[in-house]
């Protein structure tokens, strides 16, 4: 049988899903067409152009201006701007015959069967045998609209529901009709993990399938327990948020964001048909949400939700609270509760679920009745949704941005106290939880030998969840293959000779212990292994250096300790670059400041697709003191081709750090030249990324990795590079565009990235640029703006402009 490859695919319908998926393939190079429907009516401004109905400009107006509202959104649903460019638009009479020529035709129109089944009945027509048609819909049965199409359609046809937006959200699911073929199960799996980059799942083609049955239960669940309970928004979202590992949008900010008007409507959908549900009523839309529909108020889109933002009268924007009660917006109010001060201090989410349900004030009974719920729930539709339960908690985890799935928790509390909590509410679990327990098995979950196992109800014993092989957990390996610790990493042994480098500090922040274990690991790897990874599983890579510990020192005017402390970091990014072995760094998410200088340092980056890079030392009133200013500087003049570019090459770079650009994806830093084209790799799936990273490291070692000899051949302009930036930083001082401190913090860096102030340019070492990096950098901790925007970021996590 031949090899399945997508090079190209049609989307049909161009709403926001269309859109956000036609974005989303043209992020991983897929060349797309993207279709729509032809208007019937000319706009005033087309009849003041003179156009007809024929015209190609009109013919397609639909689908351009869908498509450019959905690349103009925030968050970009694209990686670069221009992947654009491989995506090509049309409508559905003109270009419709296209299709033939496509490996993949994904149908996004609106959730109504019958326009489906016309637009089915229309790509019959075109499509060729054998190619992959699949629907993305996020309830209506597939096997419904598989009737009456041929058996090559049949086979090769099922549903693909992406959850919106399709770039950020990982879960995607797959959902056979009757005749689909196993192979094309398969291979759709098999894509969506390692090109789409995401958590794929084969569910069962029963009412909103996985992730939604759960997911909004669970939303359902809370509106019924908010009046109840006599709750505030305010505190359901203190108590679903973060505190739980979950997104700090928690529930109602959530809901606007999505907007009520499309949750109200899979739970309509879900009511409709699921009659034998045990939690039927659940679907039942409450009071206050038909209110909120009869009034519009569908959140974001609407501009009032539950949340409403207002400008009072000095301009200044106040976010308002919608008052369940009253149905009025009020002042916002600041939730507060006992059992969540109780848990401050617990950093790991699964080690709180036991002091959250032990809790004696409303909070507890909260998270009592909420779990209880949510465990009942979760086990009953076993076999019903999946016969899998780890499939439940990849879909909440994948889908809803759930650290922890339900029976994830359920062994977090324990399964007979789970238990408990479910008949607490006078329900029952399924009886198969009972059965395992009885068989000895105490938990849903067992990790061995670095894999995971869940619980196989006919098997009776734990399985291994499939398709592990493709990535390492390092939760799952780290007790086992620990080489050594200190409280801020965790060192790995990776297997075929790779060491890795775990940050396990707060936020993974970087300090003197992360440091300390970064150079252990470097003693330790080149003295038994072949090469380094830094990699972790965290929410990010890293947000930076330990700005307390630079603050503490700077009020203190310890400067030589301060002065050793940046040295330390500097020569450990410089270990990273001239040891003796291969270092690979593998980020993702935010990787800021000595994140980010780590990654400049490294042999090889090997990044997850998602991920925020850049030096945004400037906010906190330094520049990058960790070799990034250096490192920055020793970029722009391997750029440099001819003297007139010369400079404008080293302004690029200059901004880069001047302006705190943050690459909105890995594929943008690529544009600051924070990682460099045809060396470093990107990874759609972060899953897969620390697997990539050590093949890298092996990959380097196996072809003779050699020592690289430090530069001293860096060509630095002095004055004809330092007086134009300082003029430049006046025009901007003058213009009012920035502050006196930042154009001193701009003058410092220009100084540096210049070479100093000298009189024509020349070749300098790197411990050259380090060592004016540094003295720049201390400099700056003497200012007393400087110590205010450090303060302003410990206590408010945002910058400071002063």
């Known amino acids: 049988m031949s090899k399945r490859r997508i090079n190209k695919v049609a989307v049909i319908g161009s709403g926001i899903m269309g859109s956000g998926i036609a974005c989303h393939f043209a992020n991983i190079g897929v060349e797309v067409l993207l279709l729509d429907i032809v208007p019937r009516e ?82 019959e027509k075109h499509r060729t045998e054998g190619t992959l048609i699949t629907s993305n819909t996020s ?27 399709p770039r950020y959200l990982e879960l995607f699911e797959i959902i056979p009709g009757p005749k689909t073929d196993q192979e094309v199960l398969d291979f759709l799996n098999g894509y969506g993990e390692k090109f789409l980059g995401k958590t794929s799942i084969v569910a069962k083609d029963t009412p909103a399938f996985i992730g939604n049955r759960i997911g909004i239960f669970g939303i359902q669940s809370l509106f019924h327990q908010v009046k109840e309970m006599g709750l505030t928004v305010e505190e359901v979202d203190k108590l679903t948020g973060p505190v739980i590992g979950r997104q700090k949008s928690a529930t109602f900010r959530t809901v606007d964001v999505v907007g009520l008007d499309t949750l109200v409507h899979v739970a309509n959908g879900i009511y409709e048909n699921v009659p034998d549900d045990e939690e039927h009523e659940i679907f039942k839309l409450p009071g206050f949400i038909d209110t909120m529909m009869e009034k519009e108020w569908l959140g974001s889109k609407s501009g009032q939700g539950f949340y409403k933002k207002i400008k009072d009268d000095k301009g200044n924007s106040e976010i308002l609270t ?134 196989g109800i006919p098997e009776k014993t734990h399985v291994k969840i499939p398709g592990q092989d493709s990535y390492i957990i390092l939760d799952n390996i780290r007790e086992s293959k620990e080489v050594f610790k200190n409280n801020g990493v965790v060192v790995e042994d990776l297997g075929d000779g790779i060491l890795n480098v775990e940050f396990r500090s707060k936020m993974n922040s970087v300090g003197a212990d992360v440091l300390a274990g970064i150079n252990k690991a470097i003693d330790i790897a080149e003295k ?92 906190v009133g330094v520049i990058p003191g960790g070799g990034g200013s250096k490192e920055m500087t020793v970029r722009a003049q391997d750029l440099f081709r001819k003297d007139d570019l010369e400079l404008n090459t080293l302004r690029e770079h200059f901004l880069t750090i001047g302006m705190a650009k943050v690459s909105t994806s890995a594929y ?48 630095v302009l002095g004055k004809q590079a330092l007086g134009p930036f300082l003029v430049g930083t006046d025009q901007m001082r003058a213009g009012n565009y920035i502050s006196e401190h930042d154009q001193k913090i701009a003058n410092k860096l220009a100084y540096v990235m210049s070479g100093g102030d000298l009189s024509e340019p020349q070749q300098v070492s790197e411990q050259y640029l380090l060592d004016l990096e540094r003295e720049a950098f201390l400099s700056l901790c003497g200012e007393r703006k400087t110590l205010e925007r450090l303060q302003h970021m410990i206590q408010k996590n945002k910058p400071l402009r002063n």
């Open 42 to 123: 000319l706009t005033d401004k087309e009849k003041k152009k003179g156009l007809t109905l024929e015209d190609e400009e009109v013919r397609n107006r639909v689908v351009n201006n869908s498509l450019q509202e959905s690349i103009k959104s925030k968050p970009a649903p694209l990686y670069h701007k221009d992947f654009a460019d491989r995506i090509t638009t049309g409508n559905m009479e003109d270009d419709i015959s296209k299709v033939s020529e496509v490996d993949w035709i994904i149908e996004v129109v609106v959730e109504r069967l019958d326009i489906k089944k016309q637009v089915f009945d229309n790509l």
């Open 139 to 165: 309830g209506i049965p597939i096997h419904k609209m598989s009737e009456g199409r041929s058996d090559d359609f049949q086979k090769h046809f099922c549903g693909t529901h992406f959850f919106n937006p």
């Open 322 to 455: 919608l008052d369940l009660d009253k149905m009025e917006y009020r002042e916002k109010e600041r939730a507060s509760f006992d059992t969540l001060k109780k848990t401050k201090d617990i950093d790991n989410v699964t080690d709180r679920f036991e002091v959250l349900i032990n809790g004696d004030d409303k909070a507890g009974e909260f998270y009592r009745k909420n779990f209880g719920a949510l465990f009942a729930y979760a086990s009953k539709r076993i076999p019903e949704i999946t016969d899998e339960l780890y499939k439940i908690d990849d879909a909440m985890k994948a889908g809803f941005g759930w650290q922890h799935g339900p029976f994830e928790i359920w062994d977090a509390v324990g399964v007979k106290k789970g238990i408990e909590l479910i008949k607490d509410l006078g329900k029952e679990p399924a009886a198969w939880v009972n059965e395992m327990l009885e068989t000895g098995v105490n938990s849903f979950y067992d990790v061995r030998e670095g894999n995971t196992y869940y619980y």
């Open 528 to 619: 038994s292994y072949d090469g380094l990874v830094i990699a972790n599983n965290g929410k990010n890579f890293s947000v930076g250096a330990n700005v307390g510990m630079i603050f503490m020192m700077a009020v203190e005017q310890e400067y030589d300790e301060l002065n050793a402390a940046v040295k330390y970091f500097q020569d450990t990014c410089m270990r990273l670059r001239y040891s003796s072995i291969p270092t690979v760094v593998a980020p993702h998410g935010m990787t800021l400041g000595g994140g980010c200088e780590m990654t400049l340092h490294a042999d090889r980056v090997v990044a997850a697709a998602e991920s925020y890079i850049g030096l945004v030392e400037f906010g």
């Open 668 to 715: 943008e830093a690529f544009d600051t030249n924070i990682l460099k084209e045809g060396k470093d790799i990107i990874i759609v799936n972060k899953n897969r990324r620390i697997a990539a990273a050590k093949e890298v490291a092996r990959m380097m070692a196996d072809q003779g990795y050699t020592k690289p000899i430090e530069r001293t051949d860096i060509k």
